[in-house]
Structure formats: structure tokens, C-alpha cells
């Protein structure tokens, strides 16, 4: 049987490794090339880009917290996020 320090430990080396991963993946969207962009566009589609953005970034974080099992209450600020970046 796994200690509980163990188990601690293995999660956060998981959590480490998938934030490294997300860093990777999102590494695009903040270069300069985007900065670059988004000041070549008018600013309701810089608006609507980054809007979309975000609601892309909070929905696949929910959707990685719901497959890890864990059910985020209705009044949680990452649901309220997905509220208002959906608007």
C-alpha cells in the first residue's frame, strides 16, 4: 500500500508534468506573433479572439477536472468564467 506522502508526492509530480504540458501547448498563443496579430485586426475581432481564447482555456480546464472526478459546485469561479466568457 501507497503511504499517503507517496501519494501526495506522485500527484504532484502528475500535476508538475501536465502543467508543463499546458505550458508547451499554450506557448503559441502567448508569443509575439499573436501580440502581432491582434494589433493587425480591427478591435472588436482582437476582442472577440481573445474572448474565445479564454472561454477555449477555461473549458478544457473543466473538462480535465471533471475527468479527473472531481464535481465543481454550480457557484464555483471557474463555472462563473465560463458564464461570462460565453456571453
Request: proline content about 6%; glycine content about 2%; charged content about 20%.
Amino acid at each position: 500500500m501507497i503511504s499517503e506522502e507517496a501519494s501526495a508526492l506522485q500527484k504532484l509530480q502528475s500535476l508538475e508534468a501536465s502543467i508543463e504540458q499546458l505550458e508547451q501547448s499554450l506557448a503559441p498563443l502567448t508569443t509575439p506573433a499573436l501580440r502581432d496579430r491582434l494589433q493587425e485586426r480591427p478591435a472588436l475581432d482582437q476582442a472577440k479572439l481573445l474572448v474565445s481564447l479564454l472561454f477555449t482555456m477555461n473549458s478544457s480546464l473543466l473538462a480535465s477536472i471533471r475527468l479527473g472526478g472531481y464535481n465543481l459546485e454550480p457557484d464555483h469561479p471557474l463555472l462563473a468564467d465560463l458564464v461570462l466568457s460565453n456571453i
